[in-house]
Every structure is written in structure tokens, then in C-alpha cells.
């Protein structure tokens, strides 16, 4: 049985960063073809795909915040860890993690509610 | 980056109506193209892939198709279970990805 989940602080302060941490099981991300994405949905907006990391650690980010990004991998703790730094009142959102297989996004988390506000 | 349009962005529909949602892509992507459903206050879920392969579990009622830029989402025979929101995603760029705009399916 495949599940996530993300944890993250409720409430950020702008300029501050943003640590992200999703924790899965039922799948292993050493697995060839296996990803893990991050996505995001501002309150009533779209969702926006942020970033994803490869069985090979290979990692991607999406084109308008990859100077803020980084993700990384813990798989012996079975972990994906998203850091976004200068968060400002835009990055408030619901983020999810889903496992991604051939570009889709096939288990997702239930998401994590960040505000960023002073 | 690829562009992906949705339309409309909300419709209003009946229990037992014809649906069709349509994606369009900023250039020709395959058939790299996914479908997902998001209910309120719940995740999206993963409906079809590939433009026309629908996800175990997903009920039959759902079908996808369209390749190169055009795309269509249908719901053959609407159920009170599927108002919802319906999001469309290109895989063509994979690893990079991205949604479309959404479409609201309400009453």
C-alpha cells in the first residue's frame, strides 16, 4: 500500500525558509523510474508542479523558483525534503508530494497548509 | 515551457449528463498528457494517463483522448460523485511539468 505524507510548519515569516518533508511508504525511491514530486495549490488557485528528485538523485525544478529551491532524498529514512528560502506571501499554499512514474503523478499526500505572513 | 489551456474553466452539469472537458497544449505533445480529479478539500487523483489509459480503479464513465494539442476529458454519464474539479497535466517535458488551469464541474 503506497502512502505519503508532508509535514511542514504552519505559519512562515517572509524572507524566512520553508522545510518541506515528505515521508512515504510502500514504494522504494531507488527504484528505477521511481520520483517523487512536489506540487503546490495557492487557497482557490491551480496546482503548480515545484520540483522532483530521481531514484538516480537526479533533481529538476520548476523554471520560476529553482534559484529558491533545493530537494533532496533520505531513502534509508524513506524522506524527501523540499527547502524554499525568501518565502514570501505568494508561496502560501497547500503542498503535496506525489510519487511520479513516467510524468504522472500517481500516489498523492494529503498536503500541507503553509502561510506565509508576518 | 509548454502552456496548457483548459476550457471552459467551470461548467454546470446534471446527474446523468454528457461531460467533455478540453485540454490544449502550446505545442504538439504526444499523447503525454494526464488527467487528474480534485474534490473539495481533498488531494487530486490520478484519473488517465497518456491521454487514454485510464488508472486502476478509476470507473469506466471516465474516458480520455486527443494527441498532439487537442485533448478531451469525458465523463460519459455524470454521477453525483463526480462534481468536482478536473485538472489536466503534460508530461511531454518530463521531468519538468506542468497543469492546466482546472475545470470546475458543479451543478
Known amino acids: 500500500q503506497v502512502t505519503l505524507r508532508e509535514s511542514s510548519p504552519a505559519l512562515v515569516k517572509p524572507t524566512q525558509t520553508l522545510t518541506l518533508t515528505c515521508t512515504f511508504s510502500g514504494f522504494s525511491l531507488n527504484a528505477t523510474g521511481m520520483s517523487l514530486s512536489w506540487i503546490r495549490q495557492p487557497p482557490g488557485k491551480a496546482l503548480e508542479w515545484v520540483a522532483l528528485?530521481?531514484?538516480?538523485?537526479?533533481?529538476s525544478y520548476s523554471t520560476s523558483l529553482k534559484t529558491r529551491l533545493s530537494i533532496s532524498k533520505d531513502t534509508s529514512k524513506n524522506q524527501v525534503t523540499l527547502s524554499m528560502t525568501n518565502v514570501d506571501p505568494m508561496d502560501t499554499a497547500t503542498y503535496y508530494c506525489?510519487?511520479?512514474?513516467?510524468?504522472?503523478?500517481?500516489?498523492w499526500g494529503q498536503g500541507t497548509q503553509v502561510t506565509v505572513s508576518s | 515551457d509548454i502552456q496548457v489551456t483548459q476550457s471552459p474553466s467551470s461548467l454546470s452539469a446534471s446527474v446523468g449528463d454528457r461531460v467533455t472537458i478540453t485540454c490544449r497544449a502550446s505545442?504538439?505533445?504526444?499523447?503525454?498528457l494526464n488527467w487528474y480529479q480534485q474534490k473539495v478539500g481533498e488531494a487530486p487523483r490520478l484519473l488517465i494517463y497518456s491521454s487514454s489509459i485510464l488508472q486502476r480503479g478509476v470507473a469506466s464513465r471516465f474516458r480520455g483522448s486527443g494527441s498532439g494539442t487537442d485533448f478531451t476529458l469525458t465523463i460519459t454519464s455524470l454521477r453525483p460523485e463526480d462534481f468536482a474539479t478536473y485538472f489536466c497535466q503534460q508530461s511531454y517535458t518530463s521531468p519538468l511539468l506542468s497543469f492546466g488551469g482546472g475545470t470546475k464541474v458543479e451543478i
Open positions: 506525489a510519487r511520479t512514474r513516467g510524468g504522472f503523478l500517481d500516489f
Open positions: 528528485i530521481d531514484w538516480d538523485d537526479e533533481k
Open positions: 505545442q504538439n505533445i504526444a499523447t503525454y
